[in-house]
């Protein structure tokens, strides 16, 4: 007999861990806050080329438009 699946605890997985009281990173931290999460520089700058991208590839924008919107997530602007 075929086990009926628990959709609650599936639905869990997929939800967003609750929000901490994360200070802003210092000016000589290796971490920037990009879409509310403090995130290493590293990271930020590769989610922002890739957003970049999707928006210039699947959009249609000039690039100069699509890093401009992408970029906007480090100051915590939404699109």
């Known amino acids: 007999m075929a086990h009926k699946p628990d959709w609650g605890a599936l639905g869990a997985l997929f939800q967003p861990p609750p929000t901490a009281d994360v200070p802003a990173p210092g000016p000589d931290s290796d971490l920037v806050m990009y879409r509310g999460e403090a995130v290493p520089r590293w990271l930020a700058r590769d ?33």
Not at 47 to 73: H, K
């Open 47 to 79: 989610l922002v080329q890739e957003r970049a991208a999707i928006f210039e590839y699947d959009v249609g924008m000039s690039r100069a438009d699509a890093e401009a919107l992408a970029r906007r997530g480090l100051r915590h602007e939404s699109p």
